[in-house]
């Protein structure tokens, strides 16, 4: 039986609900809302009462049976998640905090967020920083975090507003959607590809110019094309992020943190020998913590976003499964927020 809560909110349990996946025949993979017990949860790691998680383009993955990500089933999705500590057993957090747990291993082949509680490694933990309540920080989640590390990199790396306009492409999905509200709220102008008709979402965003992917291709094979952007961030690559390589001007960067369309690369050295661009790759499960704090508190100030109600739909536990072939086939717009009460 587990005990958890404080005083008032003190309640008594021995079962939590999770959306787990179980591999049923060869290569058929089912998730289904299941009750599991406390027992079978580490009891030398951190207990968390989730609050919210989201769905990660990764969770998909991992719910289809993506050995890549997961390597043994039956199996919790859920690469984030914000609650509460209600336990820590080597006691580097105390009960009633409130917590951030993302990356690392959560979610992949350690069970994750997609369940009323979890366990993590007390080192795979943040506060949620002042500022920012629960689901505002899964608004953001790992697709947010990861745009906002593609935008540190640009800024690192020099670009300004005036160097010229940034492209991003997959711009109506999470870590799309994130850049282009965050480039547009630093001054810059920001230019979306998109092959959804989502054109209003994204000047509303704040994007000056909305281009189709097919507008945006450029296949002749060229090895560098005529200077377009000061920047770009890319979350699909493939042909998109070969073309966004050879459009870069002199000393720009371009941020990769995706595959959704592709992981193959196609390009010369010209781009990068001629023009110095810089490619840049972004990864947010292994982010240093010290890094990942200081994200998040700049997004939870001066790059918090004015439109986060806009880009998120706020679902339960229960409607879940329903979103993870829509997310793998591109269908979704902006952020999926999971609501665990
Ligand atoms: N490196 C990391 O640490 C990290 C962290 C988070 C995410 N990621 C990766 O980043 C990528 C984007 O994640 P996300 O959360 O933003 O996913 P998402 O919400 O599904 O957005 C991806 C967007 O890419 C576009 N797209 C999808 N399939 C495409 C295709 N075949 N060809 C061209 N465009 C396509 C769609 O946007 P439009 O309809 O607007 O074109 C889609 O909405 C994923 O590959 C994910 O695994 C990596």
């Not at 979306?192 to 979402?201: I, L, N, Y």
């Amino acid at each position: 039986m587990f005990v958890g809560g404080k005083g008032d909110m003190a309640e008594k349990r021995s079962t939590y609900r999770a959306l787990v996946v179980r591999e049923r025949g060869k290569g058929s993979f089912v998730g289904q809302v299941e009750t599991l017990n406390f027992a079978q949860l580490a009891d030398d790691e951190v207990l968390i009462k989730v609050c919210y998680s989201s769905l990660n383009y990764k969770d998909a993955l991992s719910a289809a049976g993506n050995r890549g990500v997961t390597r043994r089933y039956p199996h919790v999705p859920g690469i984030d998640a914000v609650g509460v500590v209600e336990k820590s057993a080597g006691g580097a957090w105390r009960p009633g905090e409130r917590v951030i747990v993302s990356g690392f291993d959560l979610g992949m082949n350690h069970d994750g967020g997609f369940a009323e509680y979890l366990t993590a490694p007390e080192e795979w933990l943040l506060s949620l920083p002042a500022g920012m309540n629960f689901e505002e920080s899964m608004s953001w989640g790992t697709a947010g975090f990861t745009a906002a590390q593609c935008v540190a990199k640009l800024l690192e790396n020099g670009a300004t507003p005036q160097r010229g306009r940034i492209v991003v492409t997959g711009a109506s999905g999470g870590v799309g959607s994130f850049s282009v509200a965050l480039l547009a709220k630093l001054g810059f102008e920001v230019v979306a590809v998109s092959g959804k008709d989502e054109g209003h979402f994204l000047v509303d965003l704040g994007a000056v110019e909305v281009l189709t992917r097919e507008a945006f291709l450029e296949a002749s094979g060229k090895p560098l094309l005529q200077e377009k952007w000061a920047g770009a961030v890319d979350t699909v690559g493939g042909g998109y992020l070969e073309t966004a390589i050879r459009q870069c001007s002199y000393g720009s960067t371009v941020t990769c943190c995706g595959n959704a369309a592709s992981a193959d690369l196609h390009l010369s050295v010209y781009p990068f020998i001629l023009r110095g661009v810089t490619l840049a790759g972004i990864d947010s499960a292994r982010c240093p913590v010290s890094r990942r704090t200081a994200l998040w508190q700049k997004m939870a100030g001066e790059w918090a976003l004015d439109q986060l109600a806009d880009l998120v739909t706020v679902i339960t536990l229960d409607e879940l499964g329903e979103n993870f072939g829509k997310i793998l086939a591109g269908m979704i717009r902006g952020r999926v927020v999971v609501k665990m009460v």
